[in-house]
């Protein structure tokens, strides 16, 4: 059932924009493999083999410090409407900081303003692959939470550095993350 690709197409592209979470997995050479979940209108589709989005500040910054590791990384959609669907993208992944100024504002507007914003991660697709999905459940969304962008607003610009210098520098298994090095 499933299918292989090189790129994303128009229609995975489609598919792509009407989800409304999806899923990051990276690992690092050792240590636990991270999985997170996405939303709040942070992913966009660049060309057939490039995506990015806007990864917000929370509670850790895993997906960092694998990519600088070894940049593997795997996005996961999961129709939970309309037709059954599974969608992966395996490729490579690179972060880039507000201090990357050039980066940063190539593709910072691309995204609704949030002042949580981390970090945009980039992601060269090397392969996508489709599945069935027919044993993913119906969902209904019902609108997205406004308590991490309440938080960042809260917090202001400094107060989120603060708690990026607190909270984000490694992950669970230690590794650096690079929020605040300005040597790289």
């Known amino acids: 059932m499933a299918k292989q690709y090189d790129s994303i ?3 995975l592209t489609t598919f792509i924009q009407q ?5 990051v997995s990276t690992a690092g050479a050792e240590g636990r493999v991270n999985l997170s979940p996405k939303g709040m209108d942070s992913l966009r589709v660049l060309s057939p083999n ?16 694998h990519l600088y590791e070894n940049g593997r990384i795997t996005l996961m959609f999961c129709a939970f409407d309309g037709p059954p669907n ?7 992944g690179s972060v880039i900081h507000p201090r ?11 995204f609704p303003a949030n002042s949580g914003a981390r970090q945009i991660i980039e992601v060269d697709i090397e392969r996508v692959q489709t599945s069935c ?10 609108g997205e939470r406004e308590t991490l962008a309440r938080w960042a607003d809260k917090k202001g610009s400094e107060g ?8 984000n520098q490694f ?7 690079h929020i605040l090095d300005d040597t790289l």
Request: aromatic residues 16%.
């Open 9 to 11: 197409d128009e229609k």
């Open 19 to 23: 989800q409304k979470i999806f899923f």
């Open 50 to 65: 490039k995506v990015v989005w806007l990864n917000l500040t929370g509670s850790g910054n895993e997906t960092a410090a």
């Open 86 to 92: 599974i969608l992966r993208l395996y490729g490579k």
């Open 100 to 110: 990357d100024v050039d980066a940063w504002n190539v593709h910072i507007g691309l």
């Open 133 to 142: 999905g027919y044993a993913v459940p119906f969902y209904d969304y019902q």
């Open 160 to 167: 989120v550095k603060q708690y990026w210098e607190e909270k």
């Open 171 to 177: 992950s669970i298994d230690g590794k650096p993350t």
